[in-house]
Nanobody
Framework: DVQLVESGGGSVQAGGSLRLSCVASGYTLPMNMAWFRRLPGQEREGVAAIAGDGRTNYADSVKGRFTIASDSAQNTLYLQMNNLKPEDTAVYYC?????????????????????WGQGTQVTVS
């Protein structure tokens, strides 16, 4: 019943910007949402999260460069990525949790999230 679909990935040069989107169906935002990413050859890691109350948290590696936001009218989650670096190259995933505590935990825990999108590739060179 809950489906998350990411878009907006692509290839950019170092220092560039990209904006990812995640459209949610089966429920209405606001909800407890997060972005994770899987770097080549590594396990999935948390990037940023936004709880239904609006509180956010970010991984240290992206703090100051990435911004998470949601638009309840469009039922869409966003990740604005600025000053991209080659080490940001990864598949980025949208995730949702029924519990607000999942988004208040840093580092984010993959096991705390119930629904996942299929991912969108971001390549920085």
């Amino acid at each position: 019943d809950v489906q998350l679909v990411e878009s907006g990935g692509g290839s950019v040069q170092a220092g560039g910007s990209l904006r990812l989107s995640c459209v949610a169906s089966g429920y209405t935002l606001p909800m407890n949402m997060a972005w994770f990413r899987r770097l080549p050859g590594q396990e999935r890691e948390g990037v940023a999260a936004i709880a239904g109350d609006g509180r956010t948290n970010y991984a240290d590696s992206v703090k100051g460069r990435f911004t998470i936001a949601s638009d309840s009218a469009q039922n869409t989650l966003y990740l604005q990525m600025n000053n991209l670096k080659p080490e940001d190259t990864a598949v980025y995933y949208c995730a949702a949790s029924l519990g607000a505590g999942a988004c208040h935990t840093n580092p984010l825990r993959e096991a705390d999230f119930n629904n996942w999108g299929q991912g969108t590739q971001v390549t920085v060179s």
